[in-house]
């Protein structure tokens, strides 16, 4: 008769390839997990941002039940938490078994306090696990069935924004798939300095591009004349396709070229046979949350569940916050060289 091996937990070594490709087996194959549980993030989060990892999995002798990737951002302006996972907009636990998501949560649990977090974040993007536990609700998310064939892709468009995406072509814009991040980023910080946030780190694209593969991919829409205008750095997992960091230039609006991004990206994952287009996540009330509508994507709900544990409220870190509006208006002032250099000490704290 064979032993019954117990269920244990451990944590993620980065240097033990065979358990980094069993986990990602585990995440390819359960239907709950998402990109952001894929253990090429305990690499980014540790090598970019410099955060404490704890990828946690559950197992029985080699074969894992559940994982829960998580990561420590600790700082003195914007509180100590332990998240999973930070920059992600999906997380938690994924398990096979109810024994293992308990053990996973157990473990987190006790790691959140011998940590002295202030709290503990399980990103879900679909219902949590704990119903008592305080929720977020800020943030939607737009997911959608990519059709089969790309005329039906089109007519699917709500005719407005239709017309948008024919005047981009009708203007003789071009995509091109680009090997490496430079035209992305110079578009990206550009834009996210208009908007007086903080960028990334370029170096931080780079590594995703290279942990990652061919499953992180940079689209550029040119005009007609070459001049790049807008790009996007898309995610792929499964059979879905994430644009997940965007870029605009101040002439992109005129010439449709935002609109005619999303529709050569809709476009080339028919091609490819992709189900799925998630146009990620975007807070209630936002121009990104009306140019999703407009697509003809429905909001879905996130479910952002807190263990707090020295704090008496979610935590607000976000531009929506009325308190971030003086440094918003400051930032956006400030000459985009230093803002580039400084952006990315800042925004490895916020997660």
């Known amino acids: ?192 300095h208009r908007h007086g946030t903080p960028a990334l780190s370029k170096r931080y694209f780079q590594r995703l591009m290279d942990v990652f593969g061919p499953d992180c991919e940079v689209l550029t829409v040119s005009s007609a004349e070459g001049k790049p205008l807008s790009s996007v750095l898309t995610f792929y997992f499964r059979d879905e396709a994430l644009p997940y960091y965007a870029g605009d230039d101040l002439a992109a609006r005129d010439l449709a070229a935002n609109d005619f991004k999303y529709w050569e990206l809709m476009r080339r994952a028919c091609e490819r046979g992709l189900k799925v287009f998630d146009y990620g996540r975007s807070k209630q009330g936002t121009g990104p949350y009306a140019f999703k509508k407009n697509w003809g994507f429905e909001p879905t709900p996130l479910c952002y569940e807190y263990r707090l544990y020295k704090r008496d409220a979610i935590p607000q870190n976000n531009p929506s916050n009325a308190k971030y509006k003086l440094l918003i208006e400051t930032w956006r002032r400030m000459p985009i060289g230093l803002a580039n250099w400084l952006g990315p000490f800042i925004v490895r704290n916020l997660g």
């Open 1 to 192: 008769m064979s032993e019954v091996k117990s269920l244990q937990v451990s944590r993620l070594d980065a240097r033990q390839a065979d358990w980094a490709q069993r986990w990602d087996a585990f995440v390819f194959a359960h239907p709950k997990a998402t990109f952001f549980h894929r253990a090429g993030w305990q690499q980014i989060m540790a090598e970019v941002f410099r955060h404490p990892t704890h990828f946690l999995y559950a197992h029985r002798g080699d074969v894992i039940e559940g994982v829960l990737p998580l990561a420590q951002v600790k700082s003195r302006l914007f509180g100590n938490a332990l998240t999973s996972l930070p920059f992600a907009v999906y997380g938690g636990v994924v398990a096979h078994t109810d024994a293992a998501a308990e053990a996973l949560e157990a473990e987190a649990m006790r790691l959140a306090q011998s940590l002295d977090v202030d709290h503990l974040e399980m990103r879900y993007l679909q219902s949590g696990r704990h119903p008592e536990w305080p929720t977020q609700d800020l943030y939607v998310t737009f997911r959608k069935e990519i059709l089969p064939t790309e005329d039906e892709n089109m007519q699917a468009i709500p005719r407005k924004q239709r017309a948008m995406v024919r005047k981009g072509i009708k203007n003789g814009l071009t995509a091109q798939v680009d090997p490496h991040v430079d035209r992305f980023f110079d578009l990206y910080a550009d834009n996210v």
